[in-house]
């Protein structure tokens, strides 16, 4: 089927601790997001890409980069995780801008947890 | 910017009764896609409605419908004969332009569903 694909469910990281977290899709879809979603909280757009063109939202701190190699894959990178980043991660992706239901399909997403 | 607001943090509600998420929005736009979006413990986002700005009809989905209210600016989540299933966090989200061929989802801040049996 298919699908968004998160890599790994669980992570655990220590503090400073550089670390990335893999999204990947077989949608073929032009565009991939990135959101944090902490406890409790509505998920928050960090950036995404359109095919491959980078848009980053102006609040995501600098810590936090992405990089998107091929149209089926997409990684989160945390070059200093804080114990404030640890949230769960979630990778959506969609197919395009323009339509009208331009439904974003998520991953399961990956549960980051910094001692 | 846009705005959703949701309501009500948390709800509990009896098996087999139906329910309504609350969901409003403010927008200056014309044109607008609201969704809704069920995510469970797992932490997976389910899509499971969509209204757009200019639909006429209210947007149904098997057991999910959307009470779409333009003047009100309203989009209230209607599941009827709930089921055990259907408890988890329930988030409203519009589309939100940014400029030329570039968007992105606006959340709410959610509703915990709980069905008692």
């Known amino acids: 089927d298919a699908m968004v694909i998160q890599n790994p469910r669980y992570q655990v990281t220590q503090f400073g601790k550089p670390v990335t977290l893999s999204c990947s899709q077989t949608l073929n879809h032009n565009v991939m997001y990135w959101y944090q979603q902490k406890s409790s909280q509505a998920p928050k757009l960090l950036f995404h890409y359109y095919d491959k063109d980078f848009n980053n939202e102006a609040d995501t701190p600098d810590n936090f980069q992405s990089r998107r190699p091929n149209t089926s894959f997409c990684f989160l990178d945390i070059r200093s995780p804080g114990l404030g980043d640890a949230a769960m991660y979630l990778c959506?992706?969609?197919?395009?801008?323009?339509?009208?239901?331009?439904?974003?399909?998520f991953g399961p997403g990956t549960r980051l947890t910094v001692l | 910017a846009q705005k959703i607001t949701q309501t009500q943090p948390g709800m509990f509600v009896q098996e087999k009764e139906a329910v309504t998420l609350d969901c409003t929005y403010d927008t200056s736009d014309q044109s607008y896609g609201l969704f809704w979006y069920k995510q469970p413990s797992s932490g997976e986002m389910i899509f499971l409605i969509y209204q757009g700005s200019y639909d006429e009809q209210n947007a149904t989905e098997g057991r999910y419908s959307l009470n779409f209210q333009k003047a009100r600016k309203s989009a209230n989540l209607v599941i009827s004969a709930s089921q055990l299933g259907d408890s988890a966090m329930y988030f409203c989200a519009m589309r939100e332009p940014l400029s030329l061929g570039n968007e992105k989802l606006t959340f709410g801040t959610g509703t915990r569903l709980t069905i008692i049996p």
């Open positions: 959506a992706t969609s197919r395009d801008w323009g339509t009208l239901l331009n439904e974003q399909f």
